[in-house]
């Protein structure tokens, strides 16, 4: 049985999410989909679900096939083939070529000091029997990104806390009224107490948080997905050009 060794890092494992990019720049086609077993010619996965791009899938293309752990992301080399079997149709991936370790994924971020309400969940978390009686706290970011935000805190913060996050830019932007963020570090900036908080996506929620916890808190917090997260990067990118137009970059 194949099985596909990922550098420092655990192998490939049956039923994880993976990303399939085909094509490249702009027109690349983005797939999500998850492996169903290891066979001697390559690796089984679920039908692909279409994420992004102008770049069809299809048989004989070779792909880019992504895995993000909590450390890094890993990548490597294959080309979709389709089998038939008892008049049902399978996609298989070849067996890896150049299996590589990249850098975790690199959003651009910008300065935005924007309104924020936030609440630790952390001291709260088993007993939280709704949102609207949680304490909030109104602060303001520092900076953001697609995948996260630096935050002004007004209390004690500790790393690895969750916190519940009501941000105005999300709300003027059609993006999920309600966050979580997984704070990674703290810091000082100009003698104030900060949090580099990590967008927590709807794929990974359920590392966090029970289904009892998770139906204690605003369902909204399950849309931020990587539709929401792509969204979320390219207006980021887009409030780029427009300070650099305004000369502020």
């Not at 605003?218 to 300070?243: C, G, M, S, T, W």
Request: glycine share 6%; net charge positive; proline share 3%.
């Amino acid at each position: 049985m194949l099985q596909v060794m990922l550098q420092n890092t655990q192998p490939l494992r049956v039923w994880e999410k993976i990303e399939i990019l085909v094509g490249e720049g702009a027109e690349m086609g983005k797939y999500m989909s998850r492996i169903e077993d290891f066979i001697n010619n390559g690796i089984l996965i679920t039908q692909p679900e279409f994420v992004e791009g102008r770049t069809l899938l299809r048989e004989g293309v070779s792909v880019t096939v992504r895995v993000t752990r909590d450390d890094a992301a890993y990548q490597f080399f294959s080309t979709v083939k389709q089998v038939s079997k008892h008049n049902k149709k399978f996609l298989i991936l070849s067996p890896p070529k150049n299996i590589q370790r990249v850098q975790r994924r690199l959003f651009v971020r910008v300065d935005m000091s924007d309104r924020v309400l936030y609440t630790n969940l952390a001291p709260v978390l088993d007993d939280v029997k709704n949102a609207e009686n949680l304490k909030w706290q109104e602060t303001n970011s520092l900076d953001i990104s697609g995948g996260g935000m630096l935050l002004r805190l007004q209390d004690e913060v500790k790393v690895r806390d969750l916190l519940l996050l009501q941000i105005g830019y999300f709300k003027e932007s059609e993006l999920p009224g309600y966050m979580v963020g997984l704070c990674k570090r703290t810091c000082k900036k100009n003698n104030k107490l900060c949090a580099g908080l990590e967008f927590v996506r709807s794929d990974q929620i359920d590392r966090y948080l029970s289904r009892k916890q998770q139906k204690a808190l605003p369902a909204v917090i399950r849309d931020f997905d990587y539709k929401a997260q792509d969204k979320l990067v390219n207006l980021i990118f887009h409030k780029q050009i427009e300070l650099r137009q305004k000369g502020l970059l």
